[in-house]
C-alpha cells in the first residue's frame, strides 16, 4: 500500500535522537548501506531494505532524488519467496522415487528423506522469483515526524529495525499513551496512572 493509492493505511512515528550532519549526506549514506538487494537468483527466502520512491524497482539514491523540500521521501521494500506446499509435495515424491530406484531399496531414512526436502527447497527458490511489498515512508527531519504506509505488524517492525541500523536513530511509534507521554511532560506517579488506563469503548 502507497502513499498514492486511494486508500491507505498510516502508522506515525516520532523520531528520536539526534543526526549525524550534515543530515542530507547522513541519510543519503544510511540509505545506500541498506539498499535493497535481489534475491532471484538466490537461495535466500526474503530480504528487505530501501528503495526508491518513484523507481522502487530499479533503486537510485543520488542526487538527493529522495528529498522534497524538508521531507525524505523513500520506500521499504520487503521481498520474500512463497513456495506453495503442493510443489514441495510433488518434487520431494518424484525425488524421493528416484533415491530409492538409483539405490534399489523400498525406504528411505530420515535423514535421507530431510536432506532430500531441504535440496527441493533450494532448488525451487532459486526458480522462484520473489514477491515484492513496498511501503511508502514520508519523512519530515525537521519535525522529527514519519508516516509509514502500512499497519502490518511484521511491516512495521522491519522498519523500526532496519531505520535504527541505518540512521542510528530511534523510532517511537504514536498512540495515545506515547502521544501522551511525548505531550504532556509527564511524572513517574503520572506515567504509573496513564499505564493502568484502559480504552473506553464507545456504543451508540
Request: proline fraction near 4%; charged fraction near 30%; hydrophobic fraction near 35%.
Given at each position: 500500500m502507497g502513499l498514492l493509492s486511494s486508500s491507505v493505511?498510516?502508522?506515525?512515528?516520532?523520531?528520536e535522537g539526534e543526526f549525524e550532519t550534515p543530515v542530507i549526506e547522513s541519510v543519503s549514506r544510511g540509505l545506500k548501506q541498506n539498499i535493497l538487494h535481489e534475491i532471484d537468483q538466490d537461495e535466500a527466502e526474503k530480504t528487505s531494505g530501501w528503495t526508491s520512491f518513484n523507481n522502487p524497482f530499479k533503486p537510485d539514491f543520488e542526487d538527493s532524488s529522495f528529498l522534497i523540500g524538508t521531507h525524505f521521501i523513500?520506500?521499504?521494500r520487503?521481498?520474500?519467496?512463497?513456495?506453495p506446499?503442493?510443489?514441495?509435495q510433488k518434487y520431494y515424491a518424484l525425488e524421493t522415487a528416484k533415491k530409492l530406484a538409483e539405490s534399489n531399496r523400498d525406504f528411505l531414512s530420515r535423514s535421507e528423506k530431510k536432506l532430500i526436502k531441504e535440496h527441493v527447497i533450494t532448488v525451487l527458490s532459486l526458480r522462484i522469483p520473489a514477491t515484492p511489498n513496498i511501503y511508502d515512508i514520508v519523512w519530515n527531519y525537521e519535525e522529527k515526524d514519519l508516516w509509514f504506509f502500512s499497519n502490518l505488524k511484521a511491516a512495521?517492525?522491519?522498519?523500526?529495525?532496519?531505520?535504527?541500523?541505518s540512521f542510528k536513530l530511534t523510532l517511537i511509534r504514536l498512540f495515545p499513551?506515547?502521544?501522551?507521554?511525548l505531550t504532556c511532560a509527564l511524572n513517574d506517579a503520572d506515567r504509573d496512572v496513564l499505564s493502568k488506563m484502559s480504552p473506553s469503548e464507545f456504543t451508540r
Amino acid at each position: 500500500m502507497g502513499l498514492l493509492s486511494s486508500s491507505v493505511s498510516i502508522t506515525r512515528y516520532k523520531v528520536e535522537g539526534e543526526f549525524e550532519t550534515p543530515v542530507i549526506e547522513s541519510v543519503s549514506r544510511g540509505l545506500k548501506q541498506n539498499i535493497l538487494h535481489e534475491i532471484d537468483q538466490d537461495e535466500a527466502e526474503k530480504t528487505s531494505g530501501w528503495t526508491s520512491f518513484n523507481n522502487p524497482f530499479k533503486p537510485d539514491f543520488e542526487d538527493s532524488s529522495f528529498l522534497i523540500g524538508t521531507h525524505f521521501i523513500f520506500s521499504l521494500r520487503i521481498d520474500k519467496k512463497t513456495i506453495p506446499s503442493k510443489i514441495v509435495q510433488k518434487y520431494y515424491a518424484l525425488e524421493t522415487a528416484k533415491k530409492l530406484a538409483e539405490s534399489n531399496r523400498d525406504f528411505l531414512s530420515r535423514s535421507e528423506k530431510k536432506l532430500i526436502k531441504e535440496h527441493v527447497i533450494t532448488v525451487l527458490s532459486l526458480r522462484i522469483p520473489a514477491t515484492p511489498n513496498i511501503y511508502d515512508i514520508v519523512w519530515n527531519y525537521e519535525e522529527k515526524d514519519l508516516w509509514f504506509f502500512s499497519n502490518l505488524k511484521a511491516a512495521n517492525e522491519e522498519l523500526e529495525t532496519i531505520f535504527s541500523k541505518s540512521f542510528k536513530l530511534t523510532l517511537i511509534r504514536l498512540f495515545p499513551y506515547t502521544m501522551a507521554d511525548l505531550t504532556c511532560a509527564l511524572n513517574d506517579a503520572d506515567r504509573d496512572v496513564l499505564s493502568k488506563m484502559s480504552p473506553s469503548e464507545f456504543t451508540r
